[in-house]
Every structure is written in C-alpha cells, then in structure tokens.
C-alpha cells in the first residue's frame, strides 16, 4: 500500500527553522517524483518545492528560493524539506505528494493527481 507520511512540523518563531519529513511505504521513493505543497489558512494550496524522479533536479517556488532545501534520504525511503529563515506566511499546512512530474507541482495549481500524506501544521509566530 503507497503511503506518505509528513512530520517534523511545530511552532516557531520568524527567523527559525524546521526540517518536515516525507516518509514514503510501499514505494521507493528513488523512483518517484516528490512534491511539497503549502495551504495557508483561507487559501488553497500551492507549489512549494520538488525533486524529480532519481533527484536529478529540484524546484522552488519564488516565495521559498533560497530559504528552502528538498532532499532525499534513500535508505530511510524519505524526503526532506528544511526550511530556514521561516516567516509567518510560511504558516500553514503542508504536504508531500506523489506528482506525475514536478512541473505539475510547480504550476499554479492547488491539486495535482497522485498519493497525498496528511499533511503536518507550521506555525511560524512570535
């Protein structure tokens, strides 16, 4: 059974940092895709980073380039986003899917087709 399981979110204060966790079951993750999505409160998701299939390439969405890092850890079947220099609109809720390809996680789009964790809450506050 595919399954994607975030972790590592929290509360914390602007200017810190939290590394999420995308554990992946059922699959390799060496072989998929992997995105990040982020929903604010009252608005929808959006695109904030991805690793293409074998991590041969990574994207970030303006608002997060060069705070955050995608990374894969292949022996732990996981992907991580580290993410620094956190900001409160980086509050919200955020997920780790299974794309058809990163280009669809990076347009703008609130859904993309494939297995979807959870999801773990980011509090960025003061």
């Known amino acids: 059974q595919v399954q994607l399981v975030e972790s590592g979110g929290g509360l914390v204060q602007p200017g810190g940092s939290l590394r999420l966790s995308c554990a992946a079951s059922g699959f390799t993750v060496d072989y998929y895709a992997i995105g990040w999505f982020h929903q604010a409160p009252g608005k929808e998701r959006e695109g904030v980073s991805c690793?293409?299939?074998?991590?041969?390439?990574?994207y970030y969405a303006d608002s997060v380039k060069g705070r955050f890092t995608i990374s894969r850890d292949l022996a732990k079947n996981t992907v991580y986003l580290q993410m620094n220099s956190l900001k409160p609109e980086d509050t919200g809720v955020y997920y780790c899917v299974t794309p058809p390809a990163c280009n669809a996680v990076m347009e703008t789009t609130p859904w993309v087709p494939g297995n979807w964790g959870p999801g773990t809450q980011v509090t960025v506050s003061s």
């Open positions: 690793i293409s299939t074998s991590g041969g390439s990574t």
